[in-house]
């Protein structure tokens, strides 16, 4: 997804519409963080997490390249968005707050396991190339986790808004979208697949394939 920039104009008018809701400003649970997700209005996407006291900084700093413009105009450069890509194999630790808000649960299609129990999964492995990007991870709970990493034949892909797509190895795909989005978009092709999975009789895990896959 290429949705519309999020500018420091926008979370001016944000906090403003946030104080207005709360007056005196919003307090956060006692020991407790508030925190505030933004979600792209015309996709539902999340595109990002920030805390109320962030949210407050980058309203204040406005925009870093135009730093003596007008406070009252907005340039429309975006200062917020989905956490910063990293090198390495390890997701930060905003994308470990960010994920799990965008997921709520394991992405796998029909599993409710929460994403507070899961692991942040390289969709393309990191071995064969893939980012620590949140393009790139999502949540699966360990069993299916495993499924991914040990099962042969299933295929799974990822678009940049979250879109999972999972194919078995006997080619049926089922799609999962992130929670904000799925009354937004429904799409599943095919009925969910009969019968196991072809089981690897060498592969160390193949009892974890065996169960029926959605
Ligand atoms: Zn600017
Ligand atoms: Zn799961």
């Not at 009252?72 to 960010?98: E, I, K």
Request: overall charge neutral; hydrophobic content about 30%.
């Amino acid at each position: 997804m290429n949705g519309q920039p999020i500018t420091a104009g926008q979370l001016r008018d944000l906090l403003e519409s946030l104080d207005a809701l709360c007056p005196g400003g919003l307090q956060a649970p006692a020991g407790g963080s508030l925190g505030i997700s933004l979600v792209d209005p015309a996709t539902g996407a999340l595109r990002a997490t920030v805390t109320r006291a962030e949210l407050g900084r980058l309203a204040r700093r406005g925009c870093p390249a135009h730093p003596n413009n007008d406070p009252n105009s907005d340039c429309g450069c975006p200062v917020l968005d989905r956490p910063a890509p990293t090198d390495a194999y390890r997701p930060t630790a905003a994308q470990q707050r960010f994920l799990p808000t965008r997921d709520r649960t394991c992405r796998h299609p029909g599993c409710a396991t929460r994403a507070g129990w899961a692991d942040l999964d390289h969709v393309l492995p990191h071995a064969e190339g893939g980012p620590t990007t949140c393009e790139n991870l999502c949540c699966l709970c360990r069993r299916h986790h495993r499924l991914k990493t040990f099962a042969p034949g299933w295929r799974f892909e990822m678009t940049a808004d979250g879109v999972l797509s999972v194919t078995t190895p006997s080619g049926v795909t089922r799609t999962t979208r992130p929670p904000g989005m799925a009354a937004l978009h429904r799409n599943t092709t095919g009925p969910p697949p009969t019968g196991s999975p072809p089981t690897s009789p060498t592969g160390p895990t193949a009892d974890e394939s065996e169960p029926a896959p959605f």
